[in-house]
């Protein structure tokens, strides 16, 4: 198992707006992976309504993880996403 903590750098959390980047980066990313705040039950990173119903406020902790192979950079991808912010994810991050 692969993860990365994270504080989530947009102001607004996890909703709307930055979710939807989150997830589209996620399924991009073609690996599994999960979100947890951090020491709640992981979701599907990859499901809208999972990551919304996970109320991440900006500057709280969530964790990353996953188990397949090749994980490890794809979660780093995924964790300056989160970290930063970003309006989109680089393509060469």
């Not at 992981?42 to 969530?62: I, R, T, W």
């Not at 490890?72 to 970003?86: F, I, M, N, S, Y």
């Amino acid at each position: 198992m692969v993860e990365r903590r994270v504080t989530v750098g947009w102001t607004e959390g996890l909703h709307a707006r930055p979710a939807s980047i989150f997830v589209r980066a996620t399924t991009a990313s073609g690996v599994p992976v999960t979100i947890a705040k951090a020491d709640g039950k992981p979701v599907n990173a990859a499901s809208m309504l999972a990551v919304l119903g996970l109320g991440a406020q900006g500057g709280e902790e969530v964790v990353l993880a996953s188990e397949a192979d090749g994980s490890e950079a794809a979660l780093d991808r995924l964790a300056k996403l989160v970290t930063e912010g970003l309006d989109e994810l680089p393509e060469t991050v």
